[in-house]
């Protein structure tokens, strides 16, 4: 049951890279099918080759995770997965996919969909950065925060590659950084709009 002090935050944006994909499968696994919310993900891959990223991702879970087609429509429950060589925009209920300018030198890139949730969805958008070099993720997750909306990051000592992460705490006050089950645990209860809260924040 939604609590009404407490927002429902159902646009969930997952921005990873290096050491990213196996924190997002034990991140679904947590996660029981059919949850009232939408989770929209970007992992920096290459542009060249055809791959099988959904289907690893989704692992032996029951979601449904795919690459959406450019102008389809959101549907809760989904996870959509922004395909090779195009950036992942929200906007008026449905998905964009555009091949624009390279940002953080890969496309791709975390920030674009962070932005654009901002705009569309504000309050009830929850932005996370997982492991990954660089530091892409970051000003999305300021723009999240300056909407209204959660900013949430994995600890950077359980990150295979700790870059995003620690950018992402350094450039803003993050709501939380948390382990994979922790994580798990706040998306559930942020979709559901029921307290929240861990005492493993940034300072």
């Known amino acids: 049951m939604a609590d009404s002090t407490h927002p429902v935050r159902d646009m969930v944006a997952i921005g990873a890279s ?33 791959s099988h990223l959904a289907e690893v991702i989704r692992g032996r879970t029951r979601h449904a995770v795919t690459e959406p087609r450019d102008g389809e429509k959101i549907e809760h429950g989904h996870v959509y997965l922004a395909p090779r060589d195009l950036h992942l925009l929200i906007g008026n209920g449905a998905m964009r996919l555009q091949r624009g300018p390279k940002e ?6 975390v920030d674009p969909l962070f932005r654009s949730l901002a705009t569309a969805y ?22 999240i925060k300056a909407a209204g909306g959660i900013a949430l990051v994995q600890r950077p000592e359980d990150s295979t590659a700790p870059s995003m992460p620690r950018y992402a705490i350094a ?33």
């Open 122 to 143: 504000r309050a009830r958008v929850v932005g996370i950065v997982l492991s990954g070099g660089g530091y892409d993720g970051g000003a999305g997750l300021q723009a």
């Open 171 to 203: 450039a803003d006050r993050i709501d939380g950084v948390l382990n994979v089950r922790e994580l798990a645990t706040a998306i559930g209860a942020l979709m559901r709009g029921q307290a929240w809260s861990t005492t493993r924040t940034a300072s």
């Open 18 to 50: 290096a050491g990213g994909v196996p924190v997002l499968r034990e991140l679904l696994s947590r996660l029981t099918p059919g949850f009232p919310g939408t989770l929209f993900i970007v992992v920096h891959r290459s542009p060249f080759h055809r």
């Open 104 to 109: 953080h030198f890969t496309r791709p890139a």
